[in-house]
């Protein structure tokens, strides 16, 4: 939706910009196409057009100077409705209880899900809670885009980072930077539980 307003203002502009540039002699055209503009502006962003020309009656420019200013306010239009869409679509603020995430089981290790979406900011974030049996790992070491960190809540892991172990104990936390290679693995005799908070390009994939 944000991408076909974005094309439609671009091609109101040009289409008014060209009927413009051919008819030598239509006389007020200049202020008929910056009325229309303004109006399709609004329209495709639920906001006004502030232009630097005066009141709309009293515009007073020629085409040289309408070239120049079209490409500026069709860049704006995009921008602002792209960011009104992002921050429509974004991840609200919310509470998740731990007893109503839903459970997965996968390689012995139960996942639930908390989260996952873009920030008003624009990044992606996903958030589980792992359980890992005595002995178990979610998956064989690997590596992505996106930043991951590891809060532990209860037991104690071993995270390895780029062939480095660490010992990680409640109230813990690891980091692993973008396409560093990293797993995780229960080395307590308790079953170990932490959070995993990803942030970055594909992680709320």
């Known amino acids: 939706m944000r991408q076909s307003r974005c094309a439609l ?16 002699k239509a006389p007020g055209k200049v202020c008929v196409t910056l009325r229309r503009v303004r109006a399709d ?5 639920q906001s006004p057009l502030r232009l630097n020309f005066g009141e ?8 040289r100077e309408l070239c120049a200013t079209l490409p500026g306010m069709m860049l704006s239009a995009c921008l602002a409705a792209q960011d009104k869409d992002q921050e429509q679509n974004s991840l609200r603020s919310g509470a998740y209880t731990f007893e109503n ?3 997965q089981v996968s390689n012995d290790a139960q996942f639930r899900q908390v989260l996952k979406g873009k920030l008003a900011t624009g ?6 809670e792992t359980t890992l049996p005595v002995g178990g790992a979610p998956h064989p070491p690997h590596h992505h885009v996106h930043s991951e960190m590891w809060l532990i809540r209860e037991g104690t892991v071993e995270l390895t980072i780029k062939g480095q172990n660490y010992r990680l104990g409640p109230g813990s936390v690891g980091f692993v ?11 307590g005799t308790t079953p170990a539980s932490y959070f995993v908070v990803a942030i970055g390009p594909g992680s709320d994939a």
């Open 9 to 24: 203002f671009v091609k109101v502009c040009y289409s008014e910009l060209n009927t413009l540039w051919s008819n030598q």
């Open 41 to 45: 502006y609004a329209h495709a962003t």
């Open 56 to 63: 709309t009656q009293n515009m007073l420019v020629n085409r």
């Open 101 to 103: 995430l839903p459970v």
């Open 123 to 128: 990044e992606s974030l996903e958030v589980h």
């Open 177 to 187: 930077h973008s396409n560093d290679e990293h797993g995780i693995k229960n080395v």
